[in-house]
């Protein structure tokens, strides 16, 4: 068995990412389109505003610090960060959390960008992206030098919608092409609608790139992009995710179009099998649009090796990715570890909570 | 001219300090003790709580974000973050910002520690030292593979009376000994009396070390005596600073001799000129009090290359130390960079907002 597949690209970027020090970046970010009733099941109801700062305190501290009672998990499938978590705790995974615009604070130690969250799309996002991506390049100036491979996730609920947004307003004909943290095929009509008014209402023909974010983007999608602009000049940047970091790629492929100084040969994605195997989006078709030659590839990764219930639904579709769970899962791979061990520490954090 | 004098200890760690990767941490804090009338100088009358916020931004982007106005400095000597400002432009000085409680928030990216503001120490700082001495530790395993060296600098008003205040908690006899961002001499007896009341109010006989910070401390102290306690293990750690940084030295003491493992010989504590010839304050005995072989220097800097009247206040003791002016100035000296050359780009700095 493959551990890590390829989608697209060269394996030539795998290849240097063997024994590397890494550090394990995760941003976080909230859009009130989160609020929009329906379209994201990605943290508890009513809570999710509070799903970065949870996921960020379990993974630091191994329990959810803002919300003890979470830690007894409702029934359904657990969030993926779990997965990031047991990785975690089976080979050294440094963390550096940021903070884009979070709209509850983590407990946990993380860096704050000069940002708030940002508004729904369908009122306008109203941020101001060109600005979150010099921050993101300021940044990554300063944290370049500490590391040899930087891999950066997200915890952005409602992303894929926000994700969505942009890259059909870039010009893509890209329905059914972005993932969702739910099985239900009603979310993805829902979603199409709510992406459709937002850019029929916010977005120009002639916005440029920056315009398009501002409107209907969120913080993380220009402050990650920024960092990767810097870090790929010297560096190895892995954007841990789906179709948020499709996004992000969407966003590099523009600036690179327009001059910006990206070096692809330093970036990939890398997402889980459940987002490269989905039915109810397209990861690959997306990539490929994008430029068939960037680097992407997927953990060959799934539950067969477990019994525990909630963990199939993984299996069945319920979730796909989160918590830059894929590359974590990649990183662990490329460290000498095993399905079964990764699902076993997966299995022993889950019954903790249980 | 020896360009780093040494007030104690080996100059071994100096050497080991030649062309090291240098991560430059800055912990900001905020104590209500500074709202204590004529307590402080730190910064701009009545904004007192502004000055680490704008020291950061000075330091990030080049201009303070928070209050623009103040870009035109008051009269009298500039703060000292223009000192560590120009090393940053003469040689690469990654910077790492920490909130560790501050009322004003900054807008250059920070990492935020799960803590708040401390009380005034008369009222009792009400500070949980212990959590944060393990917040300290907790983060400093996550960046630690990041650098060769930390130099820990801190931005904390009034953070010379909470030193002040936990080392004689501690038993030292050590009053006069504590610098003052005044040259008044009336300060120093407020101070004291401050100090005192303090601990006759809030630490009782049998108080515990952790007991002591949290009730007459600020959270600076104990969350960067975690982070020396775990970088010090594989790294090197400069504590940049003056006696505020000989408290942290004092609790690191008190820790050992409990059994803590702290490696000494990756310690030291490096200041400026002013503060070792500061003739209201005794870094010197001090040091020796807490321990005679802790490593401390100094750098021979002052402003006698300069004409400028407002930096000559430097060198007629208004202005000491603070946001690591001397452990900054010793990191540029070891990159070969000379007093001239410093004094040149201060100047220069200076003179963009006068």
Redesign the interface.
């Known amino acids: 068995m493959e551990r890590i597949k390829t989608l697209q690209g060269s394996r030539d970027f795998l290849e240097r990412l063997q024994n590397r ?1 890494t ?1 394990f970046m995760l941003v976080g970010s909230y859009t009130e389109t989160a609020e929009i009733d329906g379209i994201t099941v990605a943290g508890l109801p009513g809570f999710i505003d509070y799903t970065p700062a949870l996921d960020m305190e379990l993974l ?1 501290y191994g329990y959810p ?1 803002s919300m003890p009672d979470i830690a007894k998990m409702p029934d359904g499938p657990p969030s993926p960060v779990l997965i990031t978590s047991a990785v975690r705790h089976l080979c ?1 995974l ?3 959390f ?2 884009a615009g979070l709209k509850v ?1 983590t ?8 940002s708030t969250f940002s508004n729904s799309i369908i009122k306008n996002s109203k941020i101001d992206a060109k600005e979150l991506f010099l ?1 993101g390049k ?2 990554a100036q ?2 370049a ?3 040899e491979v930087f891999i950066i996730g997200e915890v952005v609920p409602a992303g894929t919608t926000t994700a969505y947004a942009i890259t059909k307003a870039l010009g893509y004909e890209c329905d059914g092409w972005f993932a969702s943290s739910s099985a239900e095929s009603s979310v993805a009509n829902l979603k199409r609608k709510i992406v459709d008014e937002a850019i029929e209402k916010h977005v120009s023909k002639q916005a440029t790139l920056f315009e398009i974010i501002s409107s209907v983007g969120d913080t993380m999608q220009p402050f990650v992009a920024g960092v990767a602009t810097v870090i790929s000049q010297t560096k190895q940047v892995v954007l841990g995710g789906g179709t948020q970091m499709a996004a992000v790629l969407a966003i590099l492929k523009e600036l690179s179009d327009s001059g910006e100084n990206i070096n692809f040969k330093n970036i990939a994605l890398i997402t889980t099998k459940w987002i490269a195997h989905d039915k109810q989006s397209n990861i690959a078709t997306l990539l490929c649009a994008i430029n068939p030659t960037i680097n992407a590839f997927y953990s060959n990764f799934d539950f067969s090796d477990s019994n525990v219930k909630n963990l199939g639904l993984y299996d069945d579709g319920y979730v796909k990715e989160g918590v830059a769970a894929g590359a974590a899962i990649a990183y662990a791979y490329l460290n000498g570890i095993k399905q079964k061990e990764i699902t076993k520490k997966v299995e022993e954090i889950y019954s903790s909570f249980a």
Do not use: G, V
């Open positions: 020090q550090t630091y610090k050294p440094p963390l550096h940021i903070d604070e407990k946990a130690p993380i860096t704050k960008i000069n921050e300021r940044y300063e944290i030098h500490t590391n």
